[in-house]
């Protein structure tokens, strides 16, 4: 049986359409990222570049129970539709906002877009695609998003490179509304869906954690602490390191990440989940090794292409290993779950590495290190659980 196939139904239409907004969604607040250290610090407020990524993680990860529900309730397009609208206003907003307090209320609000569109897109695809082939669907879908990191950063260094930093603003309101018209015109896939009441916003503590998939959801918090180094570090990093592009590392590791992404979740359809997690936590370590202990423009592009290859085989597989565990009609709850911790390990890792670096270059490499000791601590938890003789058959 061979890994990898191009047959339908996982290339449709409409499975293209969706995999193209999320493209356009990814690329514009990543657009942003790159930039926003130095445009807090134009504003004044250099010491809060710690603020950039957790304050937006932060919303994100509170808003994920709530996404969660409204994607089981009131259906999968609505909640899609409504990050990218956050998404829109928050670019047309930056420009007006032009303090500190009001650029970092804005980054809190920002977050909400990327705690609603992801949570229903991911169970978007679960619903038109046969169980058998999950993990290549999200595998394609996620590769889809993590184009975003690429040409978003890539984009948005053009363009703030020969215009300004409003018109780089603009620019992602209108990717942001692109991603939105392609979502009016696709068709519900939650079929006993609700209207939409206040009273559905009414979470429960049952509401917010699903406890079935806890396992992925704890791998994904430590896997994705490194991730929250990375967004907010790899900028000033990479102009130590005389890059004047600072979207290159996102590029370079996007690149490595697209090479290996379709096929890890194929091979995860077929071996398991677990040992494609197992693989992409030690290449991961690996990475971070790399970046932490090459001190050159050479180490760093080594450092993004083999950190591209582990989040790669990360985010398709524990993806997948989430839908697996999920029950039925509850699939919104156990991915906003894996979610949670995923912005929970982003937020940390964003605010405890620009606490302790403090625009100090020569704490990054020991950062680097303790984010690589964390994902030692991943293995070591999957291994005590027994995940080490899990099969294809028996994601559970």
């Known amino acids: 049986m061979p890994i990898f196939t191009f047959s339908s139904p996982v290339y449709n239409l409409r499975f293209g359409l969706v995999c193209l907004s999320s493209l356009l969604f990814s690329s514009s607040y990543n657009m942003l990222i790159p930039e926003l250290p130095a445009y807090l610090s134009g504003l004044g407020g250099a010491e809060y570049k710690g603020l950039i990524i957790s304050l937006f993680t932060l919303t994100a990860g509170l808003s994920r129970p709530f996404s969660g529900k409204l994607t089981d309730t009131i259906g999968r397009i609505p909640v899609m539709i409504t990050g990218g609208v956050v998404c829109l206003l928050c670019g047309l907003f930056y420009p007006v906002l032009g303090s500190v307090a009001g650029f970092l209320f804005l980054r809190l609000v920002h977050g909400f877009s990327t705690g609603f569109t992801p949570t229903a897109t991911a169970a978007y695809v679960a619903d038109i695609i046969p169980k058998k082939r999950w993990g290549e669907a999200l595998g394609l879908q996620g590769l889809c998003y993590s184009l975003g990191f690429a040409l978003g950063p890539a984009i948005g ?77 790899i900028p000033d990093w990479s102009e130590h390191l005389g890059l004047s592009n600072k979207g290159a590392f996102f590029i370079a590791f996007t690149i490595a990440s697209l090479t290996v992404r379709v096929i890890a979740g194929k091979i995860s359809d077929k071996f398991g989940r677990v040992p494609v997690v197992y693989a992409g936590l030690f290449i991961l370590f690996i990475a971070l090794m790399l970046i932490g202990s090459l001190d050159s423009f050479s180490g760093l592009m080594t450092g993004a292409a083999v950190y591209g290859m582990a989040m790669g085989m990360l985010p398709p597989a524990l993806n997948a290993w989430t839908v697996d565990r999920s029950i039925e009609g509850q699939r919104g709850k156990a991915l906003a779950t894996r979610y949670i911790a995923l912005e929970a390990g982003i937020g940390l890792g964003a605010f405890f590495s620009g606490w302790y670096y403090a625009d100090m270059i020569n704490r990054i490499p020991v950062i680097m290190y303790a984010a690589a000791a964390i994902t030692l601590i991943a293995l070591g938890y999957m291994w005590h659980l027994g995940y080490h003789h899990k099969t294809a058959r028996n994601h559970r």
Request: glycine share 4%.
């Open 157 to 233: 260094g053009l363009v703030k490179l020969h215009y300004s930093f409003d018109i780089l603003f603009y620019t992602s309101s209108l990717v942001a509304l692109l991603s939105i018209v392609i979502l009016a015109n696709m068709k519900e896939t939650l079929v006993e869906k609700q209207n939409f009441s206040p009273g559905i916003l009414r979470i429960s503590r049952k509401d917010i954690i699903a406890p079935e998939v806890l396992p992925p959801a704890i791998v994904t918090f430590m896997s994705y602490i490194a991730f929250g180094i990375i967004l907010t570090l």
